[in-house]
């Protein structure tokens, strides 16, 4: 009762904006759909809109490429897209995101190492282990790790991989043996690099769907078409909650942070940045995860989630135990490089 009682209280105090400037404004957001984009319309688009007064449109595939050639051409139509790091860095380094200062959004309460001065952090997810229950029943051997992942002599059938490099080769190093301390210094090279994508491309006989889509893996392994997927871990729970004979393994993940970005040139930027304030505060952060089984990216979120629903989100401290975090950093360095050589194996 008093979560929702400070919930109502936070949505109220933004109800106190000017209702003629308010019911002026307008934005639009572009995300990956699904379940992640119902969630965030539920937790954070609609209860905005009525605090603030402010109209939402919402679109989807904010790919890099679609950003570029908006911002380039001077016909931005999205005022907030959504990313993980690698998708940040990308456009960061080709110069497609407005730089979101400290006077633009209070980021003081965002956790420790998420913060970015292109993106604002909106929440953790991970990278792991989704696999078929009809293949893999329970009380028989089902795969745990990225080694059970790569194995298709000990769990045969077809795999489904993301069509991106970010958190793959460093499953690929993982499963390989590299202890997850020397994973990112190991890619730094180009026999580390190699070994990465040489995994990788053992494996590519037995790889059915190269996923564009958050959605894609949990579909295919619904549908039957494959029996293990490498995806995020609030997809593969929405399956899990509509029935689907899908589980998941929390022995090892790749976690990362979510951001939202304003694309250069936003026609709404006054609005997005609005937007951003109201998903930083604590107890309206904290209700994503009640709608997606994704971590909270402020420390003040944690008040307002109990033990049940933190059960199912993947940056409780027992799961981070046997995380490596993405290192946006390094993708930020290397990420042209490591998507081209990734891609070249696709189609080679």
């Not at 009525?50 to 911002?71: Q, R, Y």
């Not at 959004?105 to 292109?118: E, F, R, S």
């Not at 040139?265 to 089984?293: D, Q, T, W, Y």
């Not at 981070?320 to 990420?335: M, R, V």
């Amino acid at each position: 009762m008093k979560r929702r009682t400070l919930l109502t209280a936070a949505v109220a105090a933004w109800m106190l904006l000017p209702a003629a400037a308010a019911s002026a404004e307008e934005m639009v957001f572009a995300s990956w759909g699904g379940a992640y984009q119902e969630a965030i319309r539920k937790a954070w688009l609609e209860p905005f809109a009525k605090a603030s007064g402010v109209k939402f449109e919402e679109d989807t595939g904010p790919e890099t490429a679609k950003i570029k050639a908006m911002v380039e051409t001077k016909s931005v139509t999205w005022d907030i897209v959504t990313a993980g790091g690698g998708g940040l860095m990308r456009g960061v380094a080709q110069g497609l995101f407005e730089p979101i200062t400290d006077e633009m959004v209070n980021q003081a309460d965002v956790l420790d190492g998420a913060k970015n001065p292109y993106g604002v952090p909106s929440e953790i997810f991970s990278t792991l282990i989704g696999f078929s229950t009809k293949a893999f029943p329970a009380g028989g051997a089902q795969p745990k790790t990225f080694a059970d992942f790569f194995d298709v002599a000990k769990f045969p059938g077809k795999r489904t991989l993301p069509d991106k490099p970010e958190t793959v080769l460093e499953a690929a190093l993982l499963a390989d043996g590299v202890p997850a301390g020397d994973v990112y210094k190991t890619l730094s090279t180009d026999a580390g690099m190699k070994r990465a994508l040489d995994r990788i491309a053992a494996l590519k006989p037995n790889v059915a769907v190269w996923w564009s889509s958050g959605a894609q893996p949990v579909q295919a392994l619904g549908a039957g078409d494959v029996v293990m997927a490498l995806g995020w871990n609030g997809r593969f729970q929405a399956g899990m909650d509509s029935n689907l004979p899908i589980a998941m393994s929390w022995d090892q993940q790749i976690p990362q942070v979510g951001y939202f970005m304003i694309p250069k040139g936003a026609p709404n930027k006054a609005a997005a940045v609005k937007f951003l304030n109201f998903i930083l505060k604590p107890e309206i952060n904290a209700e994503l995860s009640r709608h997606v089984a994704y971590g909270p990216a402020t420390k003040g979120a944690w008040s307002h989630i109990d033990a049940k629903r933190a059960e199912r989100l993947p940056s409780t401290a027992e799961r981070l135990k046997n995380a490596l975090f993405l290192d946006i950093e390094w993708w930020a360095k290397n990420g042209a490089k490591a998507t081209e050589a990734y891609t070249a194996m696709i189609k080679g």
